[in-house]
């Protein structure tokens, strides 16, 4: 017998948001990991926001709607506006109501600004790293540092000389034509002469020979080799691997100095791209052990036996490509294939809250797997 449509004519649900919301549901083991980290960000609140003057948006639901933003890859803050006003999975996760009004657009704007100077998305960071150590998901003594290429949200249009003055808008002298053909053949556009007119600190780069060149970020992290979780991040301009080796000594420096005390070295894994001496005197001083790959050639090693004759080097070398992951997830699943946001501080803020989210993935699973074993 064919059913008949009912209609959609009742006005009242019965039914509460927090029972239509099943228990085994990924976001619910999410929300569990975060909403500690959350309060612990509760006094940093405190100090980003002004103790008179109307209330604002809680800065915990702007947070937890970012984190649906970057995992269900929605591609503008207008439009995840949009499906929290009829989504009743986002509305849960979020902290609103059936009935709540759902904030405009441009209050990710207007408090972008706090949540930057705050420094929100360290702090988020750390907290889910503080989730890993309680779990025993961390090492703390073995590392591996890489570094990706970031393309930034400026055309090659904008990248210009900087010794002559800007040329006229399209369509300024009465023309039509938004969108004129621009050929650059023969025209020699280095860093150095050239600076991009919709983001200055974005840099011309390319991930290797042969590849096209674009404007980009360098971004690197540090990835403990235990689980693969992101420990550390760093964004700055795309200047080739001397930029690379800066951010790794950065973030090995912050590590040294958090790291507990002990009697043994601990290690450090990288690509070919590390093997340059300023690293590996800066690692060794450091505390740790570099165990980077090396040159196929037998006249161009940097690491001698007393290295890489040890098992701990072979198992760093296959733990280091589980970096890639993380990479990986951040341009597919995430918003860093191609950035919508200008400006170094903005675009480390999004690369460290994406990394924070995709170690937030990783806890659950391995909770997860923990919990079935």
């Avoid at 239509?20 to 100090?47: C, G, M, W, Y």
Wanted: proline share 6%; net charge positive.
């Amino acid at each position: 017998m064919r059913g008949a449509e009912s209609g959609q004519a009742v006005l009242f649900s019965y039914v509460a948001l927090e029972e239509r919301i099943p228990q085994d549901h990924p976001l619910r083991a999410l929300k569990a990991l975060l909403e500690p980290v959350l309060a612990e960000l509760s006094p940093r609140f405190e100090t980003i926001y002004e103790a008179d003057g109307r209330p604002s948006i809680p800065p915990e639901q702007l947070i937890r709607a970012l984190l649906l933003q970057v995992l269900y890859t929605i591609r503008s803050e207008r439009q995840l506006i949009e499906d929290l006003k009829y989504n009743l999975l986002y509305r849960w996760f979020v902290g609103l109501g059936l009935d709540a009004p759902v904030w405009h657009a441009t209050t990710f704007t207007k408090n972008r600004d706090r949540l930057l100077a705050g420094d929100i998305a360290e702090g988020v960071l750390q907290g889910v790293m503080r989730q890993a150590k309680a779990r025993g998901l961390l090492s703390h003594e073995h590392f591996t540092v890489d570094g990706t290429l970031l393309e930034a949200w400026a055309s090659q249009k904008s990248f210009q000389p900087q010794k002559q003055p800007p040329a006229p808008p399209p369509g300024a002298d009465g023309g039509s034509d938004r969108n004129p053909s621009v050929s650059f053949r023969g025209e020699k556009r280095t860093n150095a002469t050239h600076a991009s007119t919709s983001d200055p600190n974005a840099r011309l780069a390319k991930k290797g020979k042969g590849k096209e060149a674009k404007l980009a970020y360098q971004a690197s992290v540090t990835m403990d080799n235990r689980y693969g979780l992101v420990v550390r991040t760093r964004v700055g301009p795309a200047d080739g691997g001397v930029t690379e080796i800066e951010q790794a000594t950065e973030m090995l420096t912050d590590l040294a100095s958090a790291r507990p005390r002990r009697r043994y070295r601990g290690t450090v894994g990288g690509d070919k791209g590390y093997a340059k001496p300023t690293f590996l005197q800066a690692a060794r001083a450091l505390g740790f052990t570099p165990h980077t790959a090396q040159e196929d050639t037998d006249r161009i090693q940097v690491l001698d036996a007393r290295t890489t004759r040890h098992s701990g080097y072979a198992v760093s070398q296959q733990r280091r490509k589980a970096v890639e992951e993380s990479f990986g997830w951040g341009k597919v699943i995430g918003p860093l294939r191609k950035l919508k946001h200008r400006g170094t501080g903005l675009v480390d803020w999004i690369f460290t809250f994406t990394m924070a989210v995709y170690d937030l993935v990783r806890i659950r699973t391995l909770s997860r797997v923990a919990v079935c074993t």
